[in-house]
């Protein structure tokens, strides 16, 4: 089953052309820029009061109410987060159990798989484990899916042919939490299975010798959105634990949890599990060991995005870092990620790596023309209209490794839930992602007569279908969505955390702001607005292509901002190039944009990443 996962740049330095000239060309060609929904959230009465307990401003404390956390004790907790904070791993009820088996294993030097996912979150969950159990003196294999031959989980044939290699326990990551068939057959085959996975659970939960899960019905885990590489780590956790013989692991294992860490922030950043408690914690603490880390595989994948000596953010893993590995997947054999992370040295993880950065570029040029075609198809089928809101694309030998991005590409674009079609020789795989408010899982449920199989969440699952059925399955899907989905949700919503002016966003300012990060899912990048700014000189094209835009702002009200130093202050408008012509016409607007501090040539500087512009009306 194809699954989708991805997603929200922050800036790069970039150096901007001198000439300031306006061509006749672009006055004439450029247009408004589609006008989107702002969603101010109102301001919170307690914020005053709460910043006096920290001793920040109330922006802060307005920011954190925004996620969730008003009580100071939280608060702090938030801002000055600590693994002596992380859920200890016995809580999840099937933990025992599985340090059991396994410690048995052990003992009796029976052959263990680990059986993992083909996306990041499985790659990083199946290291984690691998690195834990040589960490113990035992051999251990693994075995990765190949994401079209045999599609996402466990899966019959795969079970066969490890039971005759001889496996005697195998353990799953990030998957398998559903598959009653595979388990089933395992059970027949002799072979004992542990069962790690995050993912929603269809029905009863499979029979196995241990689930370990964090939303197991009838379970209590503080934190339900662990993702598959986080129940990987406290596995290996609750293992280091008894191995050491006390809850205090020894040394060597506190090592190796400590660089376990980086790899869980991947896994979890890569997988878009919400940003909160237990996994901001992971994330944050895995994301600074990283740059510094001198684990072979991180420094080779590094090296190849062009990373090297940068101070990482979860936007270089999630558009950088993750992409890279998730290429094995799409574009080949995950293994080949797997094996990068668990066995190879420096000179073999530096080929790999190599290897994946090819396949990467290659992903994103198939990517490119199966979201051309995609998007041409909506505006063929006129599906760009009010009388359409769910969309089911379809297409001949579209690649299955890429249609999740694309789907995501439409829904940026369309602002409706989406389905792309592989049709490929013998069968039809889909990848599905949906918008805020329509559980794309419950359509799919209810549209199921069409479909061979399903699964997945909310906001993004995958099925399959007999080609014949696809036309009935869009017609079916679409009215289910016009049943169950407003025009609002259809249209682009931006979500703005409080009004600011200029003046509000001093350097110590900005610098708490980034303190609330790692940004993701569940903890997005602050976004502020800023009403009647005033433009300051003219805009200025940059990048390749003059895609973007730079230009200079101060508040309307200051007639000698550009006499003082700090008053002025630079934005960054990325893929904005269009907003060029608006800007010169009205010289005053509002704007939309995440707070940075831009380093440069040994400078630092408060920046705006602008989001949404508003002009005017004529």
Same mark, same amino acid.
């Given at each position: ?224 959105? #662990?993702? /598959? ?6 596995? !290996?956790?609750?293992? &280091?634990?008894?191995?050491? +013989? *006390? @809850? ?41 060991? #990283?740059? /510094? ?6 420094? !080779?994948?590094?090296? &190849?995005?062009?990373?090297? +000596? *940068? @101070? ?61 075609? *995609? ?244």
């Amino acid at each position: 089953m194809n699954r989708i996962k991805e997603k929200n740049k922050t800036t790069k330095n970039a150096k901007a052309p001198q000439d300031t000239s306006i061509s006749a060309e672009v006055k004439m060609t450029r247009k408004k820029p589609e006008q989107k929904i702002w969603s101010l959230r109102p301001v919170w009465q307690g914020r005053a009061e709460l910043a006096r307990s920290l001793r920040t401003g109330e922006l802060i404390t307005q920011l954190l109410y925004n996620r969730g956390i008003s009580a100071p004790e939280s608060a702090q907790q938030f801002l000055q987060p600590s693994l002596n904070d992380l859920i200890e791993p016995q809580k999840l009820i099937g933990i025992p159990a599985a340090v059991k088996r396994i410690r048995q294993a052990l003992r009796a030097d029976e052959k263990i798989v680990l059986y993992g996912d083909y996306d990041v979150d499985g790659i990083m969950g199946v290291s984690i484990l691998w690195r834990c159990l040589q960490l113990m003196g035992t051999e251990v294999d693994f075995y990765v899916p190949h994401r079209i031959d045999e599609g996402y989980g466990l899966n019959v044939e795969a079970i066969q042919q490890l039971a005759q290699q001889g496996t005697n326990l195998l353990i799953t990551v990030d998957c398998g939490i559903s598959a009653h068939e595979s388990a089933q057959m395992a059970q027949e085959l002799g072979l004992d299975l542990i069962i790690t996975d995050h993912h929603k659970i269809e029905g009863s939960p499979v029979p196995a010798l241990a689930l370990v899960h964090p939303d197991l019905p009838g379970q209590d885990y503080p934190n339900p959105d #662990l993702c /598959g590489a986080g129940v990987a780590f406290k596995l !290996a956790w609750a293992l &280091a634990q008894e191995f050491s +013989g *006390a @809850k205090k692991v020894s040394d060597e294992f506190r090592e190796f949890l400590l660089s376990a860490t980086a790899l869980t922030a991947l896994g979890t950043i890569a997988d878009v599990v919400p940003l909160l408690g237990e996994n901001r914690i992971l994330a944050r603490f895995g994301m600074e060991g #990283l740059a /510094g880390s001198s684990d072979t595989a991180i420094q !080779a994948l590094i090296r &190849a995005s062009g990373l090297e +000596g *940068a @101070k990482l953010s979860s936007s270089d893993i999630a558009f950088r870092l993750a992409p890279r590995l998730n290429a094995a997947g799409r574009m080949g054999h995950a293994r080949l990620a797997v094996e990068m992370f668990t066995k190879c040295g420096l000179a073999r993880a530096t080929e790999i790596a190599r290897y994946l950065e090819a396949q990467n570029k290659q992903r994103q040029k198939v990517e490119k023309d199966v979201s051309e075609q *995609a998007i041409q198809q909506v505006k063929q089928l006129k599906m760009n209209t009010d009388k359409w809101r769910g969309l089911v694309l379809a297409g001949t030998d579209w690649h299955a490794g890429v249609i999740g991005i694309v789907a995501s590409r439409v829904v940026d674009r369309f602002h409706r839930p989406t389905i792309v079609i592989s049709l490929m020789e013998d069968k039809a795989l889909g990848s599905c992602r949906s918008v805020p408010g329509f559980d794309i899982c419950l359509a799919l449920q209810e549209c199921s007569r069409h479909l061979l199989t399903f699964g997945g969440h909310a906001m993004a699952a995958g099925l399959s279908i007999d080609p014949d059925h696809i036309e009935d399955f869009r017609s079916a899907f679409n009215q289910y969505a016009l049943e169950h989905l407003d025009l609002k949700n259809i249209t682009g919503t931006i979500d703005i955390d409080a009004q600011v002016t200029p003046a509000d966003l001093d350097m110590a300012t900005v610098q708490m702001i980034e303190r609330l990060g790692p940004f993701g899912a569940g903890n997005p990048v602050p976004r502020l607005v800023a009403r009647n700014l005033q433009l300051v000189g003219l805009p200025r094209r940059m990048g390749g292509g003059g895609k973007h835009l730079q230009f200079n702002v101060s508040a309307s009200d200051d007639p000698h901002a550009q006499l003082r130093s700090g008053s002025v202050i630079r934005v960054v408008a990325f893929g904005k190039a269009d907003w060029e012509k608006q800007l010169i016409d009205h010289r005053q607007f509002d704007l939309v944009f995440e707070p940075v501090i831009n380093h440069f040539n040994g400078n630092s500087n408060v920046e705006f990443i602008a989001v949404d512009l508003k002009v005017p009306q004529d």
